[in-house]
């Protein structure tokens, strides 16, 4: 007989023995060694103070890991987001310091209560609205313009300049400022990170393990202490102070919140976009089931908690999340031990990360972007001429405008494409594919034929305000050209999942015109929702409209049946 206690323990290691496991706790090891100094590089792109950074990295991992559906997905500062929140603050508040980190602080908070919008709305596949190529485009620009501006970091000088062209003019009137010794000290990072990477490449991954980012940091302090490295004009981190005792919500103006907003709104996109591809694409490989609201509510709380305690935005970034999985983590225990272990390196060496050499950082960053510019995720795209466009737009609008605006630009691209497709309004007349119950395009297939006395017609967009006026006036000249005597026409709206008002009222038109005409009308292959709406807004205007969810074959039926009255009804079924 089991003991009541043997049994609860059973059932205890039975649920939780799965979650408990050695690989996680070695994935949060070696994450904890490349998410800190990336925490730390990337508080430096957004001109924030380094503990930004860490407040960033710890919300992310704490509340993701708590709240989130993906078992691989690391949530933690982002390139793309610092770059973003620097070119704000740098708009709004110039030189002021003070000001920057409270704007920071507003739009931290205001993407994350964006985010919490997002996910109360149930908008989980908002990404979509955003085409691929040009968010490759974006993501491409802005590793360059990473890139080039870390050269204040290489070289030790201070440019203010924003946009890019201006930007490496200062830099190149600066020669004679040139620190060479930060030169060097950032070459030599880089031909380390460029080794490691090697080596992992030649040993098939044999040396996954080892943190390349912790090792290049770890030898910047010991060359600093050993050789001085100040001395040279070579900086290092500086102080850092983690406020985590002191949430505060930021005392700014009601302009300054909405122009915040409106940036904000473009920030969630980006960073959406980049945490939902990566959740995305390793849940299709373990064939996990994810939730992307939930992934917004955690999203949107740890941006909203990283805000609150001046940290920086926070997304799924895909190198992080990629790495977690190479190291072997099997459940999201492992951003938690990553946190805890982090923790851990934070109260107890923190003096020496402030020694950290910003060369060093800026390698990192470097060699970090450097991956994501690489031409081939572009070659799919290249084969079509508009999405060859779309990518060069995207890339020119970030280093011709700047990060803010090639941001606006490449999500305007996204909405003025998404709209043009479905503002189209293109109908087909459909006819019989030789015996069977196949009704097809006639510009399609020629070989199909009409049915006498029937046309059918059939958008082949979704109808809706933008385009059911020009769809239904297409409608009506089709009937109308049509040399063959007509007493049924048949409108199949498989296309449309919905209607708004816009679309009622120019089908409730097209319903009076076909009167008018004495044409029988007969709506076939209506969505639930459609029939629902049509039914309660035209339905009793006009009974003679036969309202149908069953296919096209059989609505021909009932047009031969309205025809000839006297054919049996059962010929409807057969």
């Known amino acids: 007989m089991k003991l009541p206690a043997k049994d609860a323990l059973q059932k205890i290691r039975a649920r939780y023995v799965g979650y408990l496991n050695w690989q996680d706790l070695i994935a949060g090891l070696s994450i904890a060694g490349l998410l800190l100094p990336q925490a730390l590089a990337y508080s430096s792109i957004g001109n924030l103070p380094a503990q ?7 919300a992310g991992l704490l509340c993701y890991g708590l709240l989130g559906s993906s078992r691989f997905a690391l949530v933690s500062p982002t390139s793309s987001s ?6 704000t ?4 508040a110039e030189d002021n310091a003070g000001l920057r980190l409270i704007l920071a602080s507003g739009l931290v908070i205001m993407t994350g209560v964006i985010f919490l919008l997002a996910a109360a709305t149930r908008m989980g596949n908002v990404t979509d609205f955003i085409a691929k190529p040009v968010l490759r485009g974006f993501t491409f620009g ?16 201070t440019v203010q300049k924003d946009n890019l062209f201006l930007f490496i003019l200062d830099v190149l009137r600066q020669f004679r400022s040139w620190n060479y010794a930060c030169l060097a000290a950032t070459v030599l990072a880089l031909v ?16 996954r393990n080892i943190p390349s980012g912790t090792l290049v940091i770890i030898a910047g302090i010991v060359a600093g202490r050993l050789l001085d490295l100040p001395s040279y004009g070579i900086p290092d981190v500086g102080s850092i102070k983690l406020n985590l005792n002191n949430p505060i919500l930021p005392d700014l103006s009601y302009p300054e919140w909405m122009q915040l907003f409106e940036i904000g709104i473009a920030l969630v996109f980006i960073l959406y976009a980049e945490s939902y ?27 909203l908690v990283s805000g609150i305690f001046q940290g920086m935005p926070v997304g799924a970034g895909y190198s992080a999340t990629a790495a977690n999985e190479a190291y072997g983590a099997k459940t999201r225990l492992a951003g938690l031990y990553a946190l805890a272990i982090t923790l851990v390196i934070i109260l107890t060496v923190l003096p020496f990360i402030e020694w950290i050499p910003v060369p060093v950082l800026a390698a990192i960053v470097i060699s970090t972007m450097a991956t994501t510019l690489s031409l081939s995720s572009f070659r799919l795209y290249f084969n079509w001429k508009i999405d060859r466009l779309l990518i060069v737009a995207s890339v020119l609008s970030v280093l011709l405008l700047g990060v803010l605006q090639g941001l606006m630009i490449a999500i305007a691209i996204s909405l003025l494409m998404m709209l043009r497709q479905n503002s189209k309004s293109t109908v087909s007349v459909l006819g019989r594919l030789g015996q069977s119950h196949d009704f097809v395009s006639l510009s399609v297939f020629p070989e199909a034929q009409p049915v006498a006395g029937i046309l059918i017609l059939r958008p082949d967009q979704s109808m809706f305000f933008a385009n059911a006026d020009r769809i239904l006036l297409q409608a009506r000249y089709i009937v109308s050209a049509d040399s063959q005597p007509v007493h049924t026409v048949i409108l199949s709206l498989e296309q449309t999942t919905d209607l708004d008002a816009t679309s009622v009222e120019a089908l409730r038109d097209f319903f009076v015109e076909m009167r008018k005409e004495n044409k029988k009308l007969i709506l076939a292959r209506l969505k639930n929702p459609v029939h629902r709406i049509l039914q309660s807004t035209l339905g009793r205007q006009f009974p003679e409209v ?4 069953l296919s096209v074959e059989r609505a021909v039926r009932l047009a031969h049946i309205k025809a000839n009255p006297k054919k049996s009804v059962y010929s409807l079924f057969k």
Not at 82 to 87: D, R, S
Not at 89 to 92: A, L, Y
Not at 148 to 154: D, W, Y
Not at 192 to 203: D, N, P, Q, T
């Open 89 to 92: 603050t740098m708009t709004m």
């Open 277 to 303: 591809g990566s959740i995305r694409s390793f849940a299709m490989k373990h064939h996990d089931t994810i939730y992307p609201n939930r992934d917004l509510f955690a999203l949107g709380i740890s941006n």
């Open 52 to 58: 930004a950074g860490i407040i960033g990295l710890f």
């Open 82 to 87: 610092a770059v973003v929140l620097a070119a």
């Open 142 to 157: 802005l590793a360059i313009v990473i890139i080039i501006k870390q050269s204040t970091s290489v070289l030790n000088i």
């Open 546 to 549: 036969s309202l149908s969810r």
């Open 192 to 207: 380390f990170l460029a080794l490691m990477e090697w080596l992992r490449r030649i040993r098939n991954g044999q040396f």
